[in-house]
DNA sequence: GGACACTACATGCACGTGCATTCAATGCAA
DNA sequence: TTGCATTGAATGCACGTGCATGTAGTGTCC
């Protein structure tokens, strides 16, 4: 009776609820691991990372905000607020950019960079467990196990 | 200086980040295009799509909460107010498990039906337009338009 | 120089979410 | 039957998010 999805629809919705299944195992064991073992989220590991490359690629000691906002998938006061958390962390600093005195300049503390350098193996190794099959370096993070949400 | 990824695991992080990316701009263009006509949400719409699939394949005229969970990426408590949300819209109603008088029973409504099947080809449409390439009906619901968060 | 539109970021507010807890119902054991 | 652990779902609470708005700084046109 209701109409049908046609096969390329029903591809479709197959295809995303299979998106969607792995994004949340993964994005929650991230942010449960991540949360526990270093106390970051998994936007604020992105964030630090961001600025990493950031500093890296173009030798610059910082970033702006609206430099940041489109790598991560945050709304702006979000983002915002992000990063607020993470300078009452200790993690990176805000400071007024001098070009442009509407712009926030944020900078990696050596405390943000350590603790980045910290949680990294335990991000790959997150994502080499969910993502990558099974090449996840085994028993260097314990079990996979972890009901979460999904 | 910094360790830098092995050539693995910078694919990994590529492909985490292609991931994230599709899902949140597919993500928010779901949410925010059956939210204006239809007055849905993803998880909303997911759940009423849930439903009628377990409905039509199951010939019963309900499901469980307990058999909803596993579907939805959702916690049980994000679950239970969702669907009092949907209770509360007309969308589905809420009763007593006869046999288990723990459980609760959730079932569509004819309102509730018609929602869904009034919002299915929107939600269709947007699959299409970012999953399926360019493949999505064209003019069939408004320009991709959108900035969204991502 | 002054008025205006625009951009970058912060903040008030409402809302959806997860965690921990609570309450009711069930199953099992003594 | 009583007692206890377990399960299904609802709720108090804290928190992160997005939207709308506010504030400050910039650039342009007159």
Redesign the interface.
């Known amino acids: 009776m209701?109409?049908l999805?046609s096969p390329?629809?029903a591809d479709?919705?197959a295809?995303?609820r299979e998106?969607?299944?792995?994004?949340?195992t993964?994005?929650c064991a991230l942010d449960r691991e991540l949360g526990e073992r270093h106390g970051l989220g998994m936007s604020e590991f992105e964030v630090l990372e961001h600025l990493?490359e950031g500093c890296?690629s173009e030798g610059r000691p910082a970033l702006r905000v609206s430099d940041l906002a489109p790598t991560v998938?945050?709304?702006q006061s979000?983002l915002s607020r992000l990063i607020a958390r993470l300078e009452k962390a200790g993690l990176v600093t805000r400071s007024m950019c001098e070009l442009d005195r509407r712009g926030v300049v944020i900078a990696l503390t050596e405390a943000g960079?350590e603790r980045y350098?910290q949680a990294?193996p335990l991000h790959?190794d997150v994502?080499?467990r969910h993502?990558?099959g099974s090449?996840g370096a085994v028993g260097s993070a314990g079990p996979v196990g972890g009901a979460c949400?999904?």
């Open positions: 209701a109409e999805d390329a629809q479709l919705v295809q995303w998106l969607l299944a792995l994004r949340a993964t994005a990493v890296v998938h945050l709304s979000a960079r350098e990294r790959r994502l080499g993502l990558g090449e949400t999904g």
